[in-house]
């Protein structure tokens, strides 16, 4: 008998096997289209180095392609096919107009293949179908629309000078720019680089992230469709190696990052080396979101769960210093306790998860490393803490109280589903504490009170505040951080311009006309 049960269980935990192994299988064969080589100069090609790296299923920690890995030899070759398009292709002399046309054409593919990117997105970077679908797609193609309007409405001046001089402006494209993107919006952030670089008229050569290449190599074959000519884009999957590289590459006219305060400190610093790079950088945040006491509690709850738990924590604008009135603080805690509860975790294609698992292993272990690291330094453990089921790197949404400022959980950024809250008293406290860090991305605020809030607005000292919601970000909102959080801006009209050099003009009159 209990050599029947245990052949029994066998039996049913190797059908269980069989099933999620089929599971899989259909799941990846249904996006076969994916690419997995090199773009350059609009072919698809494999890499010099002949070396390939895993991307995975971060929900069943299966691989679902082998990804041709970049060297320094496709470097080059990508660095000089934009070289070449900057400076002698049909694009240099493409008015802003027809360069706004393509970008409307690559927006329309977006929507038309919207399904497909959308699926794709899920499988690599295992976030929910439902944020991918109803999030990360629509902002990439309304991004592409906004910057393909916008190319033809950069505009200069006619400076009124002494003398019998005509003195005007205009803007002119960088030259080849290298852009690196990171994992957690794969193809938003693509968008959010591409769209300005390309509306402005310069050429790129970009690297995706190692953990998500498949949606930007898609988002290629969609470039190509929408009339780019050759060398305009080129994409190179690949390791930081790449990316180091090409900030440092001297035909490379601008760097673009977004990513950790750490990567981008190295490169703000490889990309003065060889020549001097124009640089902007959007890194990490630790941002401070305060709810005073005369909030509706439910509504702070509502903003601050959206405000830490979106994207798996993985955003790089997550409120993830929650500091509290006294008054409200215990309410607070058991309520975001409940909430953070009752989030449904599960498979990403399915479309009531809410929560799917982090991008990868190394993510998972750093954030389970801080969660034990709160916990010895004396942070009071509400829920979570915990791997969620046994298969694929899901945390269990995680809340924290009684965090104090010295420790690590409330000054560096974690980067997932922790949720460290904290008390205040009274206003001039929580600024302080609020800008005592070396962070300045974002920073919410929840009140009823109009002139708390205004006042508040103006003492953070970080690129973004939101008052009464969060995380509420459109291609028009101008995106970036104070101190070490980044240089310069992404979306809205100021990323155009900061893909843009400023010529002034001086002409000589013969004679002196009216001024
Ligand atoms: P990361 O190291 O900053 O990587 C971001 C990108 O830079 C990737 O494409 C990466 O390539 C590349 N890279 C790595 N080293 C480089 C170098 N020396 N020069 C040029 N490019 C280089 O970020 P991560 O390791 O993925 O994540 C670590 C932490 O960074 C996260 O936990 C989070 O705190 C923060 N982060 C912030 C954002 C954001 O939106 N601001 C996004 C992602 C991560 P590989 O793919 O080979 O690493
Ligand atoms: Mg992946």
Same mark, same amino acid.
């Given at each position: 008998?209990?050599?029947?049960?245990?052949?029994?269980?066998?039996?049913?935990?190797?059908?269980?096997?069989?099933?999620?192994?089929?599971?899989?299988?259909?799941?990846?064969?249904?996006?076969?289209?994916?690419?997995?080589?090199?773009?350059?100069?609009?072919?698809?090609?494999?890499?010099?180095?002949?070396?390939?790296?895993?991307?995975?299923?971060?929900?069943?920690?299966?691989?679902?392609?082998?990804?041709?890995?970049?060297?320094?030899?496709?470097?080059?070759?990508?660095?000089?096919?934009?070289?070449?398009?900057?400076?002698?292709?049909?694009?240099?002399?493409?008015?802003?107009?027809?360069?706004?046309?393509?970008?409307?054409?690559?927006?329309?593919?977006?929507?038309?293949?919207?399904?497909?990117?959308?699926?794709?997105?899920?499988?690599?970077?295992?976030?929910?179908?439902?944020?991918? *679908?109803? &999030?990360?797609?629509? +902002?990439?193609?309304?991004?592409?629309?906004?910057?393909?309007?916008? @190319? $033809?409405?950069? /505009?200069?001046?006619?400076?009124?000078?002494?003398?019998?001089?005509?003195?005007?402006?205009?803007?002119?494209?960088?030259?080849?720019?290298?852009?690196?993107?990171?994992?957690?919006?794969?193809?938003?952030?693509?968008?959010?680089?591409?769209?300005?670089?390309?509306?402005?008229?310069?050429?790129?050569?970009?690297?995706?992230?190692?953990?998500?290449?498949?949606?930007?190599?898609?988002?290629?074959?969609?470039?190509?469709?929408?009339?780019?000519?050759?060398?305009?884009?080129?994409?190179?999957?690949?390791?930081?190696?790449?990316?180091?590289?090409?900030?440092?590459?001297?035909?490379?006219?601008?760097?673009?990052?977004?990513?950790?305060?750490?990567?981008?400190?190295?490169?703000?610093?490889?990309?003065?080396?060889?020549?001097? *790079?124009? &640089?902007?950088?959007? +890194?990490?945040?630790?941002?401070?979101?305060?709810?005073?006491?005369? @909030? $509706?509690?439910? /509504?702070?709850?509502?903003?601050?769960?959206?405000?830490?738990?979106?994207?798996?924590?993985?955003?790089?604008?997550?409120?993830?210093?929650?500091?509290?009135?006294?008054?409200?603080?215990?309410?607070?805690?058991?309520?975001?306790?409940?909430?953070?509860?009752?989030?449904?975790?599960?498979?990403?294609?399915?479309?009531?998860?809410?929560?799917?698992?982090?991008?990868?292993?190394?993510?998972?272990?750093?954030?389970?490393?801080?969660?034990?690291?709160?916990?010895?330094?004396?942070?009071?453990?509400?829920?979570?803490?915990?791997?969620?089921?046994?298969?694929?790197?899901?945390?269990?949404?995680?809340?924290?109280?009684?965090?104090?400022?010295?420790?690590?959980?409330?000054?560096?950024?974690?980067?997932?589903?922790?949720?460290?809250?904290?008390?205040?008293?009274?206003?001039?406290?929580?600024?302080?504490?609020?800008?005592?860090?070396?962070?300045?991305?974002?920073?919410?605020?929840?009140?009823?009170?109009?002139?708390?809030?205004?006042?508040?607005?103006?003492?953070?000292?970080?690129?973004?505040?939101?008052?009464?919601?969060?995380?509420?970000?459109?291609?028009?909102?101008?995106?970036?951080?104070?101190?070490?959080?980044?240089?310069?801006?992404?979306?809205?009209?100021?990323?155009?311009?900061?893909?843009?050099?400023?010529?002034?003009?001086?002409?000589?009159?013969?004679?002196?006309?009216?001024?």
């Amino acid at each position: 008998m209990a050599v029947l049960s245990t052949f029994k269980f066998f039996e049913s935990k190797r059908l269980m096997e069989l099933l999620i192994k089929m599971k899989n299988l259909i799941r990846n064969s249904v996006y076969r289209s994916y690419r997995t080589q090199l773009l350059i100069n609009n072919e698809w090609v494999n890499a010099a180095t002949h070396k390939t790296f895993p991307t995975l299923d971060p929900s069943n920690e299966q691989k679902i392609a082998d990804v041709q890995r970049a060297g320094d030899e496709d470097l080059d070759k990508a660095v000089m096919a934009a070289k070449q398009a900057f400076e002698h292709g049909p694009w240099r002399r493409t008015t802003a107009r027809e360069r706004g046309q393509m970008l409307y054409k690559l927006a329309d593919l977006i929507e038309a293949n919207a399904d497909e990117l959308a699926k794709l997105e899920t499988l690599d970077n295992g976030k929910p179908i439902s944020d991918s *679908k109803n &999030v990360d797609v629509p +902002l990439t193609a309304s991004t592409y629309r906004y910057y393909a309007g916008l @190319a $033809d409405k950069v /505009q200069g001046k006619t400076i009124p000078i002494d003398g019998p001089f005509f003195c005007y402006s205009r803007y002119e494209p960088i030259g080849v720019v290298g852009q690196i993107i990171p994992w957690n919006f794969p193809l938003a952030l693509q968008s959010w680089k591409l769209g300005p670089a390309l509306a402005a008229g310069n050429t790129v050569v970009m690297k995706p992230a190692e953990q998500t290449p498949l949606s930007a190599l898609k988002v290629g074959e969609l470039i190509v469709e929408a009339g780019f000519p050759p060398g305009v884009v080129n994409l190179l999957p690949g390791f930081g190696d790449v990316g180091a590289a090409l900030s440092i590459h001297p035909e490379v006219d601008k760097i673009a990052f977004t990513g950790s305060t750490e990567v981008g400190k190295l490169i703000a610093k490889n990309s003065g080396e060889r020549n001097l *790079k124009r &640089v902007t950088l959007e +890194l990490g945040g630790k941002s401070p979101n305060i709810i005073l006491d005369d @909030a $509706d509690v439910d /509504q702070a709850i509502k903003q601050s769960q959206i405000g830490l738990y979106f994207n798996q924590g993985q955003c790089c604008i997550a409120g993830s210093r929650l500091f509290v009135h006294e008054r409200i603080y215990d309410a607070f805690v058991e309520k975001s306790v409940e909430c953070s509860r009752s989030r449904k975790l599960g498979d990403p294609f399915d479309e009531a998860t809410q929560q799917g698992p982090q991008v990868d292993k190394t993510q998972f272990d750093r954030i389970m490393s801080y969660i034990e690291k709160g916990k010895a330094e004396g942070a009071k453990l509400c829920t979570g803490g915990v791997r969620w089921g046994n298969k694929g790197y899901y945390i269990e949404p995680t809340v924290f109280s009684d965090v104090t400022d010295e420790m690590t959980i409330a000054k560096e950024e974690i980067f997932g589903p922790v949720m460290s809250i904290m008390k205040f008293k009274d206003m001039d406290e929580v600024i302080k504490r609020a800008n005592a860090t070396h962070y300045g991305l974002g920073a919410g605020v929840v009140t009823k009170d109009l002139e708390k809030a205004l006042h508040l607005v103006n003492a953070l000292r970080v690129g973004t505040v939101y008052v009464n919601c969060y995380d509420v970000l459109q291609c028009n909102t101008p995106f970036g951080g104070y101190k070490d959080s980044g240089v310069g801006k992404e979306l809205g009209e100021d990323a155009i311009y900061s893909y843009l050099e400023s010529k002034t003009v001086i002409m000589k009159k013969d004679k002196m006309t009216l001024p």
